[in-house]
């Protein structure tokens, strides 16, 4: 095992910079429609540049369509990761991730329930469904850990994700009982839940980015005090991290990332799961390089997974969901595999 | 559990679209389904008579129903547009038209059929469209001495085979032939006043942007609306209802877009949004202001109303203000 410095180098930044503009550049030009690359890279730096894009079929389709769509993809898969990651580290748990403990069904269960109820903010478009979605993600965090302390103190695996598992199903379940009491509310949830990043638009990008901009930073900050907890709580204890305003403030954190991602493009599966444990393989288990370089490795593979689920049945979408869980599963089977057998 | 959700949400989708009436999600898997003339067909209840529904199942009646339930919006509008609306008992939730529906009980339908509901209405003849029906839910009807018959329609042919079926169920034969007539007749006037060549293009959308845009592709009726109206539907290419992408939409140029979103009554109207829409200016339609917003259950459901369907369309087109389609302004 080689070791590796704590934190990241400035040039190992710089690489992982270059990779993911270098699959942001290709998933904005590849695409359903084909446009030459020459036009897509001078729409894309008039767009940047703040310059009129001209209004034709290449214009509007890379400056309004893939543009926001990539780089909304991008910032998902970066937060999703990121949340995967932090949540890993605080349990010690390596299946722990919003997917797999219900965080994120749970989020759904709040985005529902506002649309249900007509929940909103006059003239902020969406803001009820995203507080809605944050705060569920929050009690449902709440609730699973919770039940999990009750039953097993040391949150072992099996317990999380058994209790994962069931508050999972619960949600699905409330989800269709919400529905099934609706009324002529259904057609907009059932739309919602079927709901994806395909329709990003410019304003979401910057809902993603601001979120992951405050709320990553705070999980990044604390990188340190998540590499204590990987060794054991007793020892975060003992080396002076105050454990519970730590885990308190981390889980705030995930919940609100989770519930923006969540109510803007749905449950996307697998990614906080998969990603961190791909690259914990590559930069190794110390978070001060772990968290930076899940956000760009989450970046790139949301953004390549999308680009698969845009052209593979064109003219027509798959969901983004679809590809991640697919990938996602075999991925997560090969690790299982490699690392059972290293044993 | 995510991909289980997936299809769930799709199915649950599938199952909305089913049944709110647009039998076109189909591609035709009966295509031969000829109603076969009954033998005696006589005013209500003296001599049994036989007809095939539209799954090839022989059904045999001891008279002209008086009893029925329908579970499907189409089969609903059907059994009124043939004059025989007093024949029904008990109406699936989603069926809505005529407004006298309304003082019917309803019973669910769809994937949530309830047997015990139906049986209790005591209906001669239940309704259903092929997609909603299950093998078991039709054998247990008919072990309660409830026939059950199917209509499946997927093109306007099977329409008038519908109606045709449905109007012998009830012994309204004439009455039958007399709406088939007219709504031909209305589909003939139009056609032969169209001075479309098929080279403009119209986009059928199913579901707005908020939600993944869907829309109609060809083996729906609003396919074979576009044809009647020489225009080409810009996702002929494309089977049956389907997701696509925005950038489809912006690169094909539609001349026309017809929604068929239901305003909600907040915020803009679902012709503002689509006008409005980013990297949409460049599309013809978007620019010339040829946005319509279509009822989305006349359009859809195989019924007497694709006649009326069909006229707001031809308004909304060639724009001789007959219906008073609405048109936005750039």
Same mark, same amino acid.
């Given at each position: 095992?080689?070791?590796?410095?704590?934190?990241?180098?400035?040039?190992?930044?710089?690489?992982?910079?270059?990779?993911?503009?270098?699959?942001?550049?290709?998933?904005?030009?590849?695409?359903?429609?084909?446009?030459?690359?020459?036009?897509?890279?001078?729409?894309?730096?008039?767009?940047?540049?703040?310059?009129?894009?001209?209004?034709?079929?290449?214009?509007?389709?890379?400056?309004?369509?893939?543009?926001?769509?990539?780089?909304?993809?991008?910032?998902a898969?970066?937060s999703l990761?990121?949340c995967g990651?932090?949540m890993?580290?605080?349990?010690?748990?390596?299946?722990a991730d919003g997917s797999t403990l219900g965080v994120s069904s749970g989020a759904s269960v709040g985005a529902v329930l506002a649309i249900a109820f007509g929940i909103s903010v006059p003239?902020v478009p969406l803001a009820g469904t995203m507080a809605m979605a944050m705060l569920f993600a929050f009690l449902s965090l709440m609730i699973i850990l919770a039940l999990?302390?009750?039953?097993?103190?040391?949150?072992?695996?099996?317990?999380?994700?058994?209790i994962g598992i069931v508050f999972n199903m619960f949600s699905s379940s409330v989800i269709s009982l919400i529905t099934s009491f609706a009324g002529?509310k259904v057609k907009d949830i059932v739309f919602w839940t079927m709901g994806s990043l395909?329709d990003?638009?410019?304003t979401d990008?910057?809902t993603i980015?601001g979120a992951l901009?405050i709320f990553?930073?705070?999980?990044?900050?604390?990188?340190?005090?998540?590499?204590?907890?990987?060794?054991?709580?007793?020892?975060?204890?003992?080396?002076?991290?105050?454990?519970?305003?730590?885990?308190l403030?981390v889980m705030i954190a995930v919940s609100a990332l989770i519930g923006v991602c969540v109510s803007i493009g749905g449950v996307i599966g697998?990614v906080g799961?998969?990603?961190?444990?791909?690259?914990?393989?590559?930069?190794?288990?110390?978070?001060?390089?772990?968290?930076?370089?899940?956000?760009?490795?989450?970046?790139?593979?949301?953004?390549?997974?999308?680009?698969?689920?845009?052209?593979?049945?064109?003219?027509?979408?798959?969901?983004?969901g679809?590809?991640?869980?697919?990938?996602?599963?075999?991925?997560?089977?090969?690790?299982?595999?490699?690392?059972?057998?290293?044993? | 559990m995510k991909?289980?959700k997936q299809?769930t949400a799709?199915?649950a989708?599938?199952?909305?679209?089913?049944?709110?009436?647009? *039998?076109?999600?189909?591609?035709?898997?009966?295509?031969?389904?000829?109603?076969?003339?009954?033998?005696?067909?006589?005013?209500?209840?003296?001599?049994?008579?036989?007809?095939?529904?539209?799954?090839?199942?022989?059904?045999?009646?001891?008279?002209?129903?008086?009893?029925?339930?329908?579970?499907?919006?189409?089969?609903?509008?059907?059994?009124?547009?043939?004059?025989?609306?007093?024949?029904?008992?008990?109406?699936?939730?989603?069926?809505?038209?005529?407004?006298?529906?309304?003082?019917?009980?309803?019973?669910?339908?769809?994937?949530?059929?309830?047997?015990?509901?139906?049986?209790?209405?005591?209906?001669?003849?239940?309704?259903?469209?092929?997609?909603?029906?299950?093998?078991?839910?039709?054998?247990?009807?008919?072990?309660?001495?409830?026939?059950?018959?199917?209509?499946?329609?997927?093109?306007?042919?099977?329409?008038?085979?519908?109606?045709?079926?449905?109007?012998?169920?009830?012994?309204?034969?004439?009455?039958?032939?007399?709406?088939?007539?007219?709504?031909?007749?209305?589909?003939?006037?139009?056609?032969?006043?169209?001075?479309?060549?098929?080279?403009?293009?119209?986009?059928?959308?199913?579901?707005?942007?908020e939600y993944?845009?869907?829309?109609?592709?060809?083996?729906?009726?609003?396919?074979?609306?576009?044809?009647?109206?020489?225009?080409?539907?810009?996702?002929?290419?494309?089977?049956?209802?389907?997701?696509?992408?925005?950038?489809?939409?912006?690169?094909?140029?539609?001349?026309?877009?017809?929604?068929?979103?239901?305003?909600?009554?907040?915020?803009?109207?679902?012709?503002?949004?689509?006008?409005?829409?980013?990297?949409?200016?460049?599309?013809?339609?978007?620019?010339?202001?040829?946005?319509?917003?279509?009822?989305?259950?006349?359009?859809?459901?195989?019924?007497?109303?694709?006649?009326?369907?069909?006229?707001?369309?031809? *308004?909304?087109?060639?724009?001789?203000?007959?219906?008073?389609?609405?048109?936005?302004?750039?």
């Amino acid at each position: 095992m080689k070791t590796h410095s704590l934190i990241l180098k400035l040039s190992q930044y710089a690489l992982l910079l270059l990779v993911t503009l270098c699959t942001a550049l290709l998933c904005i030009c590849v695409g359903s429609v084909n446009i030459p690359a020459k036009d897509t890279l001078s729409v894309i730096w008039d767009t940047l540049s703040g310059q009129p894009v001209e209004e034709n079929v290449s214009g509007a389709v890379i400056a309004f369509v893939r543009l926001p769509r990539v780089l909304c993809v991008a910032l998902a898969g970066a937060s999703l990761s990121l949340c995967g990651c932090a949540m890993q580290g605080l349990l010690r748990n390596p299946l722990a991730d919003g997917s797999t403990l219900g965080v994120s069904s749970g989020a759904s269960v709040g985005a529902v329930l506002a649309i249900a109820f007509g929940i909103s903010v006059p003239g902020v478009p969406l803001a009820g469904t995203m507080a809605m979605a944050m705060l569920f993600a929050f009690l449902s965090l709440m609730i699973i850990l919770a039940l999990s302390y009750r039953l097993d103190a040391s949150l072992s695996t099996n317990t999380i994700i058994l209790i994962g598992i069931v508050f999972n199903m619960f949600s699905s379940s409330v989800i269709s009982l919400i529905t099934s009491f609706a009324g002529d509310k259904v057609k907009d949830i059932v739309f919602w839940t079927m709901g994806s990043l395909a329709d990003s638009s410019v304003t979401d990008v910057w809902t993603i980015l601001g979120a992951l901009l405050i709320f990553g930073t705070v999980i990044l900050r604390y990188a340190k005090e998540l590499n204590a907890f990987a060794i054991g709580e007793d020892n975060a204890r003992n080396v002076g991290v105050d454990v519970k305003k730590v885990k308190l403030i981390v889980m705030i954190a995930v919940s609100a990332l989770i519930g923006v991602c969540v109510s803007i493009g749905g449950v996307i599966g697998f990614v906080g799961l998969i990603i961190p444990h791909m690259t914990r393989m590559i930069v190794g288990p110390n978070h001060r390089r772990l968290l930076p370089a899940t956000l760009f490795s989450g970046a790139i593979f949301l953004m390549l997974a999308d680009l698969l689920a845009r052209i593979i049945l064109k003219p027509l979408e798959l969901h983004i969901g679809v590809v991640t869980s697919v990938i996602g599963s075999f991925v997560f089977i090969f690790i299982f595999y490699t690392t059972r057998k290293a044993k | 559990m995510k991909c289980t959700k997936q299809t769930t949400a799709i199915l649950a989708f599938c199952l909305l679209l089913a049944l709110s009436g647009c *039998g076109g999600a189909q591609s035709a898997s009966v295509s031969d389904s000829e109603l076969e003339a009954s033998q005696t067909e006589t005013a209500a209840g003296e001599t049994s008579f036989t007809v095939t529904d539209m799954t090839g199942r022989d059904i045999t009646l001891d008279g002209a129903a008086t009893r029925v339930v329908a579970l499907t919006a189409s089969d609903c509008e059907i059994l009124y547009a043939v004059g025989a609306g007093d024949t029904l008992v008990g109406r699936g939730e989603y069926c809505d038209y005529p407004d006298e529906v309304a003082s019917i009980p309803t019973v669910q339908s769809g994937e949530n059929t309830n047997i015990e509901q139906i049986i209790a209405l005591k209906p001669e003849v239940v309704l259903m469209s092929s997609m909603a029906q299950t093998e078991e839910q039709v054998e247990a009807l008919s072990n309660a001495g409830i026939q059950v018959v199917v209509s499946d329609a997927t093109d306007i042919d099977g329409v008038y085979t519908a109606i045709e079926l449905i109007g012998s169920v009830v012994g309204r034969g004439d009455q039958a032939e007399a709406v088939i007539q007219s709504m031909k007749q209305a589909f003939t006037d139009i056609e032969a006043k169209v001075p479309g060549d098929g080279s403009k293009t119209i986009y059928f959308e199913v579901s707005p942007l908020e939600y993944g845009l869907w829309t109609a592709g060809s083996g729906t009726f609003m396919d074979e609306m576009a044809t009647m109206l020489g225009l080409k539907n810009a996702f002929a290419d494309v089977e049956g209802w389907a997701e696509i992408s925005q950038e489809q939409v912006i690169e094909r140029n539609p001349d026309y877009i017809v929604t068929i979103t239901i305003y909600d009554g907040q915020g803009d109207t679902p012709v503002e949004e689509i006008m409005g829409r980013q990297g949409w200016q460049s599309i013809t339609a978007v620019q010339n202001g040829a946005v319509f917003n279509a009822d989305s259950n006349e359009v859809s459901r195989p019924g007497p109303r694709l006649a009326d369907a069909m006229e707001s369309l031809y *308004g909304f087109v060639y724009g001789d203000g007959s219906t008073g389609a609405e048109t936005a302004a750039a």
